[in-house]
Structures are given as structure tokens and as C-alpha cells.
């Protein structure tokens, strides 16, 4: 019986170890670190939608890019950049007055582009 109970107990230990070693390969680099390319300027048919701060500005730009998958190549659709709008301008209403001033947008650019950090 103890036999049996540690040739099981090996195999076991032999497959989940097998497991472990193809996981390390499948999730290592960038796909499970998360890091995406590092884009300058913004392309698509979405860039004409979005908001100036976001498309004309170095940290616009990190915060599309890094905020929203779909545009991690810096290909923005139409969809995402009416969903970063969105996003950018609750986010940047501090005060939640439903307006954005000039000082709202510029700390709210540097927090947003920091929490994804480069």
C-alpha cells in the first residue's frame, strides 16, 4: 500500500511540476508583465474624436495607450476614444461640478499618466 501511495504521490508531484515549468514559458515577457510599446503620436480614425488634452499631449497620449487595451499600439478606434473622453472627464472633475477647468485637466493628465508609470 505505501507503494502505491508514493508512486502516486510522484507522479503528481512529476506533472504538476511538468505544469509549472510550461506556465513559467507561457506567461513570461511582456504578455504577463503587461508592458505595451512605447507610442509618440496616436493614429486612427478615433483621434479626431478625442478630446486635445488627450490626443496633443505626451500624457494624454500614456493615458490612452496604457489605459485602454484596444489602443496599446496607438491605433485608436472611434469607440475607445469616446470611452477615454468619458473617462478622462469624469476623472478630471475633482469637484464634480460637471466642468473641467484648465488646473483639473493638468493634474488630472500627470495623476492619470503617473498611475501607469514608464
Given at each position: 500500500m505505501r507503494t502505491i501511495m508514493f508512486l502516486t504521490l510522484s507522479a503528481a508531484a512529476l506533472a504538476t511540476g511538468g505544469c509549472a515549468a510550461d506556465m513559467e514559458r507561457a506567461y513570461a515577457g511582456?504578455?504577463?508583465?503587461?508592458?505595451?510599446?512605447?507610442?509618440?503620436?496616436?493614429?486612427?480614425?478615433?483621434?479626431?474624436?478625442?478630446?486635445p488634452w488627450l490626443a496633443q499631449t505626451r500624457e494624454g497620449v500614456t493615458v490612452v495607450t496604457l489605459g485602454f487595451r484596444d489602443a496599446a499600439e496607438g491605433d485608436v478606434s472611434e469607440d475607445v476614444a469616446h470611452r477615454a473622453?468619458?473617462?478622462?472627464?469624469?476623472?478630471?472633475?475633482?469637484?464634480?461640478?460637471?466642468?473641467?477647468?484648465?488646473e483639473e485637466i493638468r493634474v488630472a493628465l500627470v495623476t492619470a499618466a503617473g498611475r501607469y508609470g514608464r
Amino acid at each position: 500500500m505505501r507503494t502505491i501511495m508514493f508512486l502516486t504521490l510522484s507522479a503528481a508531484a512529476l506533472a504538476t511540476g511538468g505544469c509549472a515549468a510550461d506556465m513559467e514559458r507561457a506567461y513570461a515577457g511582456a504578455a504577463w508583465a503587461g508592458e505595451r510599446p512605447e507610442v509618440d503620436e496616436l493614429d486612427g480614425p478615433g483621434v479626431a474624436i478625442l478630446d486635445p488634452w488627450l490626443a496633443q499631449t505626451r500624457e494624454g497620449v500614456t493615458v490612452v495607450t496604457l489605459g485602454f487595451r484596444d489602443a496599446a499600439e496607438g491605433d485608436v478606434s472611434e469607440d475607445v476614444a469616446h470611452r477615454a473622453n468619458i473617462w478622462f472627464r469624469r476623472y478630471a472633475d475633482s469637484n464634480r461640478d460637471m466642468r473641467i477647468t484648465d488646473e483639473e485637466i493638468r493634474v488630472a493628465l500627470v495623476t492619470a499618466a503617473g498611475r501607469y508609470g514608464r
